[in-house]
């Protein structure tokens, strides 16, 4: 079975940072797109950044500059690198992965497996 886990949510101060984690298990795919998607109460589910096996990226312009995704092979873990984070960045932070294939960047219907979640709080 495919088990993506998040950690590394919490709640900080505008301005600072925080690393997101997702541990991934049970993927078998030789090729491969991983994301982070968030959401906040009342709001639609948005994507934020994108990477795939060949190492192609993709973010929201939100964060663009802002945030990084990278995925550590080895370990098995994809990450979010947020930085400057902004109250509007609060929201229930989910990773997703899904088999190669082309689609729209960022749409949630490309990804076929889902974590539970991580909460983020920024605080003006």
């Known amino acids: 079975q495919v088990l993506l886990v998040e950690s590394g949510g919490g709640s900080v101060q505008a301005g600072g940072s925080l690393r997101l984690s997702c541990a991934i298990s049970?993927?078998?795919?030789?090729?491969?797109?991983m994301a982070w998607f968030r959401q906040a109460p009342g709001k639609e589910r948005e994507g934020v950044a994108e990477?795939?096996?060949?190492?192609?990226?993709a973010y929201a312009a939100s964060v663009k500059g802002r945030f990084t995704i990278s995925l550590d092979n080895a370990k098995n873990t994809l990450y979010l690198q947020m930085n400057s984070l902004k109250p509007e960045d609060t929201a229930m932070y989910y990773c997703?992965?899904?088999?190669?294939?082309?689609?729209?960047?960022?749409?949630?219907?490309?990804?076929?497996?889902w974590g539970q979640g991580t909460q983020v709080t920024v605080s003006s």
């Open positions: 049970g993927y078998t795919y030789s090729t491969y797109r």
């Open positions: 990477v795939n096996y060949i190492g192609s990226t």
């Open positions: 997703a992965a899904g088999r190669s294939g082309w689609s729209l960047p960022l749409v949630a219907s490309g990804f076929d497996y």
